[in-house]
Structure formats: C-alpha cells, structure tokens
C-alpha cells in the first residue's frame, strides 16, 4: 500500500512537471551585444523557430549553434533566466582589412564573408596566399607600422604565390619589394625620405626596390625633372 502512494505521488509529481513545461512559455528574448552591421530582425527571423516553445523546452545549445552559423556572429552566450527570458550576449566580427575582392579578414586574419562587400571598399585591401590569411596580415600590419612612421599608409597589400611583396599606398605610390629582404630594402628607401623630400616621392609612380645595392623610379608624367648631381652635393653639404 505504502508502494502504491510513492508511485502514484511520483506519477502525479511528474504529471506537474509536464503541465509546467507546457504553461510556461517563454515571453521574452533578450539579445545584449554592440552591433554596426548585425540586425536585430536578423537574428530574430533566426532564432524564432527555436524559441517558440516552452521555457524548459528552449534547446540552449541549437539556439547557440544557430546564432555561430551566422555571418557576423564572432562569439555569444545563451542562458535561460527564470521563468520565461532567454538571455543572448552576442559578440559582433569586426573587419580589420578586405581580403582579395569578396572577403574581409578581422584583426585576428579570420574570413569573413559578407554578402556584399561595397560598404567595406574604404578599408584597406589585402592580396595573400590562400590558407595563409594570418601569416599575410601580420606581415601587411609591420609594413604599415614602419610606413606610419613617415606618415604613409597602404592601400593595397599583395603578395604572390612566391612571397613577393607589393605595396600601393594610399597617395597611389606602387613600391616592389621582391621576395628577399623585404624589410631591410623598405628601410633603405625610407632613410632617402630626408634627402629627397615628400614633394618628390609624391612625384614618382613606382619605386621598384627589387636591386641589391638602390632602387629604380617610374616618375608621374607631370613630374619635374630631379638634378641629382646638385642633390646629392647638397645632401654632402648638410653632413
């Protein structure tokens, strides 16, 4: 007799548990998060499936799932909050550089692939390897430290599928680097900067610094004429 009240205790315990999780719904989705390029309509038209259910019944780990498969979702938390929210903190990819001609990479070269990339035609531009996007990003970044120093900035950044650099800054001066010493030959022109002057490098079109010992300019067709002899006598006068 004494077995016949537990199991019919434990029938009508569980009979109330199911009628909770029927009756409970959940009322409100909280989304926390700063977004620039996130909709909410977006994430609701997402989530609306999985949340149109009871409060108990809300699978937490489909509802992340679903938030990671979206474009700019980076990271986000989901928790239940008694007795009828479902809390969501989202963290939002931030693009750092575009990455060939239909892809961004964000601060740490991760892809990110945007339905439509025009908004994004004011960041920077990154050519690289395919596979090789945080390698490629890290290198772009030291270049554009050592150019910022002069007040340059890059545009555009490539390189091949032979490791050689090219650089096309903001002002449309295309510099080639090679594929040896890269660093060091950008350096060397950069100790020139004094003694030519900006008016002069923004005279010029491309500096190929490819060559072992100096390097080679293309001049814009507007672009005056340099006496190197006067320059090079004045540059010894001001040791």
Do not use: C
């Amino acid at each position: 007799m004494r077995l016949a009240k537990i199991i019919v205790i434990m029938a009508l315990f569980t009979s109330l548990v199911y009628a909770v999780k029927q009756v409970v719904p959940i009322k409100h989705v909280k989304v926390g998060g700063e977004f620039q390029y996130l909709g909410k309509d977006e994430i609701k038209s997402a989530l609306e499936p999985l949340v149109n259910v009871g409060f108990f019944d809300a699978d937490v780990q489909a509802i992340h799932d679903e938030l990671m498969q979206m474009i700019w979702v980076e990271s986000a938390t989901v928790n239940r909050v008694w007795s009828d929210t479902i809390a969501i903190k989202i963290k939002e990819k931030r693009p750092f550089v575009r990455w060939g001609d239909a892809d961004l990479l964000n601060n740490r070269g991760e892809i990110i692939s945007p339905n439509d990339i025009t908004p994004f035609e004011n960041l920077p531009i990154l050519y690289g390897v395919e596979g090789q996007e945080v390698k490629s990003l890290e290198i772009m970044k030291g270049v554009n430290t050592a150019l910022s120093d002069h007040e340059m900035s890059i545009s555009e950044f490539s390189i091949n599928n032979r490791w050689a650099w090219k650089i096309k800054l903001t002002t449309g001066l295309e510099i080639l680097l090679g594929r040896n010493d890269q660093l060091k030959k950008l350096q060397r022109f950069m100790k020139t900067l004094d003694v030519l002057g900006y008016e002069k490098i923004n005279a010029m079109a491309v500096i190929d610094l490819r060559y072992p010992n100096g390097y080679a300019v293309s001049w814009k067709p507007d672009a005056q004429s340099i006496d190197w002899k006067n320059l090079t006598a004045a540059q010894a006068a001001n040791r």
